[in-house]
């Protein structure tokens, strides 16, 4: 069975417009709920239906395209692949749209190889992965695993607008709820973000465990007061209090251990005029780690900045741990489909931990899961340089092939 | 001669209800061109028609009225004061206003009181002091002293909106160029913003220096990047590089001098999400002094910091010193007048320097100038907490009102 690579790479490329930067490389803006998110929706569902996939949308926008092989008892259950279409503000193209697509050629190439699986397939994209406007990330898969309800979810806002609402406005409002303990099984391929693959000189690589997660909402309170009339020892500097926290935060990275990091990825100035001392800041702190443990340990290192900068500046401060996910182990019969595939097709794989959140770490606690990497160019993603070659969209997606054939065999 | 306090009152809570805002305190939001730019300068306009003065709109939006009295000569060139009506974002309700409608109230205490000036009196009102919108501030000052042209003014523009396009849609594109080198002399009264008034227990002070101010524009280059993805040691982060520079800023102004001052008020981060490592950082710097070798040693410890995080830290860096003024002397026979006038009303003064950029700065480069300071509550200003007693506006409107009778003596 032989995928074909420049299927994949037409639809990848057709994906990347919708939303497209005017700027050096392939940068993209794919938001839930804007224009540029509907088409990437609306082409999605095209693809689906060209490849004679029965289509469907659920009530928080997730869409799965299923093929039920005649070779497949009516009550099997499914072996199911993804990713997720939306992107970060300023995003690159493969993030995401490469496991949604890759996961659509795989079909096509078992449909057109006459293998018979005795499972359905399914082709999944889940609803704002990135966390960009509605939560805080991993948004459509946390229903599918019944971790979220739809109520709550439709009833997110950005401050202006619901879920509900921005899905109607699309046209993605569908119905019932994409339940992934229904599946057998499940697989995503991802860019790897890193650069491992490339110091090993391989193309794709398997994950055994994905790190946890926690965001963390800072904000300090200082007093805004007019920048040439108040005397240096006479001020509460909300900013300079926060970029002493932005430094902690990079010193406790770097201490608690190697596979740690640390991140204060948004900071908000208020009023934010060059001439006025500035009186709030608020910040989003982002930290991960394999080990639960380490996660805390770097959570405390940033609350005890907080206290410091409140006794020793005079600001008050906020701290809030709003999202957080614990490590995720990979599924043992899962990771040897994709070892199998992998030697099937002659590819060496390289085992890694994913330093990045993906909705498989939702599926892991519902059905057996699993993920691929493609090789990423100087380890760069969420930019326009994000790069992935197409030989290497191509190798990865012969081996998440290969691995979903053997799942529903 | 007495000032009515009651009638200065009524008009500076006239002026504090546009763009007044829904916070604890008086906070008010007038940008340049806003509806309520607007509704400050129609109402202003109209208490100038009110109390008989003659007005005139130039083409860049200052506002003038004049009081001409029938024992001036035709050709005695007129004592001006006044200050502006725009305000910083979430500003207090009292700087600028004070200044302008003082300057009102002032010509009205002098036609109800008798008094036969041999001078004509203009009541001032500048455009965009406080450089918000169109430029870095004093804009309409820039124009009235002939440092800035009116059609460059008139092209200056947010991104989006030219001023010209800005001044008519409030219709308040007025013609031909209010000339302060015309005037006699200048005063201007305005509130502290500064703690040493109330720690002396004085009501009203006398300006003797203008501090300098210089406005830089810093950018910060790293490599926006997954924050899970990315190690540690692998990243170019553009926030905590710019986080030193901030902490720099502060250290160089304590370093420097006693009267020096250095802020980041304003810093944007882009890609500014938590999940992604900022790739950009935008800064605004304002520093100040009396001295301005003082401003200037402030300004060389700025780049040397940047030149240090981009050998310490891999980041590019741009600095531009995009706005610069040296630190203006008043005049002696201003400052006598004021003197005169306090002591006539029985109102000790203190001499003290002004930390804040005032438009007089500017028509001190072509007449005689001086400057009139009102206590102000803790110091505070460019915040809706800003406040100065009815008592202190109107011991300081006397002052004022008999400085500019005894000028135009």
Not at 39 to 56: P, Q
Not at 140 to 155: C, H, K
Request: one cysteine or more.
């Amino acid at each position: 069975m032989e995928i074909n690579g420049e299927r994949l790479r037409e639809d990848i490329e057709a994906n990347a417009e919708f939303g497209a930067l005017d700027v050096e490389g392939n940068g993209r803006t794919v938001i839930t709920g804007t224009e540029a998110n509907r088409k990437a929706r609306e082409y999605f569902v095209e693809r689906l239906e060209d490849a004679g996939l029965d289509v469907r949308v659920d009530a928080v926008g997730n869409i799965a395209g299923r093929w039920t092989p005649e070779s497949a008892p009516r009550d099997a259950k499914p072996v199911a692949a993804g990713s997720h279409l939306d992107s970060v503000p300023e995003g690159g193209i493969f993030d995401g749209p490469l496991g949604v697509y890759s996961a659509l050629e795989a079909v096509r190439a078992m449909r057109g190889s006459g293998v018979e699986p005795s499972r359905p397939i399914e082709v999944v994209s889940f609803t704002e992965e990135e966390g960009q406007r509605f939560a805080d990330g991993l948004l459509g898969s946390s229903v599918a695993v019944g971790e979220r309800s739809v109520e709550e979810t439709l009833a997110l806002t950005d401050g202006r607008t619901t879920l509900a609402d921005a899905l109607e406005t699309m046209g993605f409002d569908g119905e019932g709820r994409l339940d992934a303990s229904e599946w057998d099984s499940w697989l995503e391929l991802h860019v790897e973000q890193g650069k491992r693959l490339e110091r090993t000189d391989l193309p794709v690589g398997t994950v055994t465990t994905i790190t946890g997660i926690t965001h963390c909402a800072v904000e300090v309170l200082g007093e805004a007061n007019h920048a040439g009339a108040t005397p240096m020892p006479e001020r509460t500097d909300a900013l300079v209090a926060a970029s002493e926290f932005v430094r902690d935060v990079e010193e406790g990275a770097n201490e608690v251990g190697e596979t740690t990091v640390g991140t204060v990825g948004k900071l908000n100035v208020r009023p934010n005029a060059t001439n006025v001392v500035p009186g709030t800041v608020e910040m989003g702190v982002d930290i991960r780690d394999v080990s639960y443990d380490a996660m805390d340990e770097l959570v405390s290192l940033a609350r005890d900045s907080l206290s410091r900068l409140e006794s020793e500046r005079g600001v008050e401060t906020s701290f809030a741990r709003e999202f957080d996910l614990e490590p995720t182990e990979m599924s043992d019969r899962c990771r040897r489909a994709v070892h199998d595939a992998g030697d099937a097709a002659n590819i060496e794989l390289l085992e890694m931990h994913s330093g990045a959140a993906h909705d498989t770490m939702h599926v892991a606690d519902v059905t057996d899961a699993a993920m691929l990497f493609a090789r990423s160019r100087d380890g760069i993603s969420h930019n326009p340089e994000e790069w992935t070659t197409w030989e290497d969209c191509a190798a990865a997606t012969q081996v998440l092939a290969g691995a979903l054939a053997s799942l529903a065999r």
